[in-house]
C-alpha cells in the first residue's frame, strides 16, 4: 500500500473539509448566502505584466485573486515551473492578490511538465489547477473519449499523490465540451481530487437553452471553479461563427445561471475571461483597452453575485 505522507494526509482532510463546507451540502443554512469565493482575473490577458504589476493592477482594480497561466507563452513556462512559479505567486501575493488557482495544458501524468507544476502548486498552497483540451479526432469518438480517460485517469492520480485539485474545462468543441461524455469519467475519479471548472458560455455553444441547465446540474456535485465570459452567434457569409463579447451582451441568462450557483452554494474561484476583441493600435494601449474592459465586467460580476448571493465577501 502507497505511503501517505503527513503533508498528503492533511491535504485531503482539507479538501474534504472545503466540500462539505462548499457548493455540495444541499441542506445548509440559507442564512448566510454572501459569496465567499474569490473572484480572479484570468492573467492572459495582461501578458506583459511581471508579477508586482500585475498583482498591483488587480488590486487597484478591485479583484481578490489572479488565475494565472502555467503553459506555453503564459506567464511560467512548464519547464521553468520549479525556478519561476515560486517568485512569481510570492510577488503577487506581496500585493495582496490570492492565487488559488493555475491554468495549464497538462493532459497526462506522462507530460514531463505534470509531476514538477504540481509539486510546485502544492507548496505553494495553490489548491486547483485547470487541465489542457483532449481533442477529438471525428474519427472514431469512442476510442478517442476511452484514450483521453486513461490519460486523465493517471492525471487525477498525480493530482491525489501531489495534493492538488484538478477542475476539467467544458470547452465547446473538445472531449467534455457537452460534459455528457466526460461525465461518466469524472464521477469515476476520487471527488477529493478531481471535478469540473465549468464555462457556462462553453455550455450554452453546447447546449443552448436546457442544454446548459442540465449540463450544470450534472457537474454541481463536483463543481470546483467556474469560467466567467459571453458570446452571441453571429452569421457571416462563411456561415455562422461564435462572436465574443462583453459580459451581459451575448447569449448567457446571466440572472439565472447566478442563482442557480448561488441555490447549489458554489463558493469556489470565479475567473473572469476577455475573450473578445478589445481595441489598441500598440501594447500600451491595448493595456489600457483591456483594463477598461475588465473594470466594466467586473462590475458586472459582482452586481450579478450581490443579486443572487446577496453580497460578496473579502475575496471578491
Known sequence: METVTRRTFVKAVAAAGATMASSHDLFGSQADRTFRGTVCFFSKHF??????????????????????????????????????????????????????????????????????????????????????????????????????????????????????????????????GPVWDIAPLIDSLDPRWAGYYF????????????????????????????????????KTPKGWRQYNCPLGEGMVDWKRYFRMLADAKFHGPLSLHLEYDVPGASPEAQEEGTIAAATKDLAFVKARLAEAYGGTGAGA
Open 199 to 234: 464555462d457556462v458560455r462553453h455550455a450554452v455553444v453546447e447546449g443552448g437553452d436546457a442544454g446548459w441547465r442540465t449540463a450544470f446540474q450534472l457537474v454541481a456535485p463536483r463543481l470546483l471553479m467556474i469560467a466567467v465570459k459571453d458570446f452571441y452567434w453571429e
Open 47 to 176: 501578458p506583459l505584466m511581471d508579477a508586482k504589476r500585475l498583482g498591483r493592477t488587480l488590486k487597484t482594480l478591485g479583484f481578490g485573486g489572479v488565475d494565472l497561466t502555467v503553459r506555453p507563452k503564459g506567464h511560467i513556462e512548464p519547464a521553468r515551473v520549479a525556478a519561476d512559479l515560486p517568485p512569481f505567486v510570492a510577488g503577487i501575493r506581496a500585493e495582496g492578490i490570492a492565487v488559488p488557482m493555475i491554468t495549464t495544458d497538462l493532459l497526462s501524468d506522462s507530460d514531463s511538465a505534470a509531476r514538477p507544476t504540481l509539486e510546485t502548486a502544492a507548496k505553494l498552497d495553490i489548491p486547483f489547477y485547470k487541465a489542457g483540451y483532449h481533442r477529438y479526432k471525428f474519427v472514431d469518438v469512442r476510442k478517442e473519449l476511452e484514450a483521453a480517460g486513461k490519460q486523465l485517469r493517471g492525471l487525477a492520480d498525480l493530482s491525489a499523490r501531489s495534493g492538488v485539485r484538478m477542475g476539467y474545462h467544458n470547452h465547446a468543441g473538445y472531449i467534455g
